[in-house]
């Protein structure tokens, strides 16, 4: 079974960097797929912040501006989220995920098919 | 990207059905099958219910299924059951490569 725990400080500065990892177990990382990160603000619906392939291929989500960066460490069998100059609204809990997907040549991300469990991260001085 | 549109909430009996839509736009539920629906109960994650417009996961009830029609998705649950209540998301791939959510939809077993 494919299961997925996020790790991290709860607790951000604003202007500073969110950082998490997503360590995935019972499945490598490295045979496929790509893996995602989606976030919930306290009492609200959920915002897909972008996926990474263990290639390194990445897609983001345009409304966050650059801010995003994501990585792999397949030796670990882990994958990272960096969120820059966070704010307030940054709060949220923020997920990891398995990404489906078909690449014919463009890539196509098909949905989500194992979460993490969340973790709550607090944007405040 | 805007977020695909569903109702806040709907509400039935048990035994009842119920059917929440999901509306988008020709760049994503109108150009692809990559329609998905997830429930979320609270303080837990979200459980992906059906993928690729109308398949479920092993493990999933046959009272969820899910369709398409041009830009709009569906999700029924039929024979509502008390464990039902909670909240629902549809999810879609777009021409930009992106995945984008609908706002979720709350429903009640009254």
């Known amino acids: 079974q494919v299961q997925l725990q996020e790790s991290g400080p709860g607790l951000v500065k604003p202007s500073e960097t969110l950082s998490l990892t997503c360590t995935v177990s019972g499945y490598s990382i490295s045979s496929g797929y790509y893996w995602g990160w989606i976030r919930q603000p306290p009492g609200k619906g959920l915002d897909w912040i972008g996926s990474?392939?263990?290639?390194?291929?990445?897609f983001y989500n345009p409304s966050l501006k650059g801010r995003v960066t994501m990585s792999v460490d397949t030796s670990k069998n882990q994958f990272s989220l960096r969120l820059s100059s966070v704010a307030a609204a940054d709060t949220a809990v923020y997920y990891c995920?398995?990404?489906?997907?078909?690449?014919?040549?463009?890539?196509?991300?098909?949905?989500?098919?194992?979460w993490g469990q969340g973790t709550l991260v607090i944007v405040s001085s | 990207q805007s977020a695909l549109t569903q109702p806040a909430s709907v509400s039935a009996s048990p035994g009842q059905s119920v059917t929440i839509s999901c509306t988008g736009t020709s760049s994503d539920i109108g150009c692809y099958n990559y329609v998905s629906w997830s429930q979320q109960h609270p303080g837990k994650a979200p459980r992906l219910l059906i993928y690729d417009v109308d398949k479920r996961p092993s493990g999933v009830s046959i009272r969820f299924s899910g369709s398409k029609s041009g830009n709009t998705a569906s999700l029924t649950i039929s024979g509502l059951q008390a464990e039902d209540e909670a909240d629902y998301y549809c999810?879609?791939?777009?021409?930009?490569?992106?995945?984008?959510f609908g706002g979720g939809t709350k429903v009640t077993v009254l």
């Open positions: 990474i392939h263990h290639s390194g291929n990445t």
């Open positions: 995920a398995r990404v489906p997907h078909t690449c014919p040549g463009d890539c196509f991300l098909h949905y989500l098919d194992f």
């Open positions: 999810t879609s791939f777009t021409t930009s490569t992106t995945l984008v």
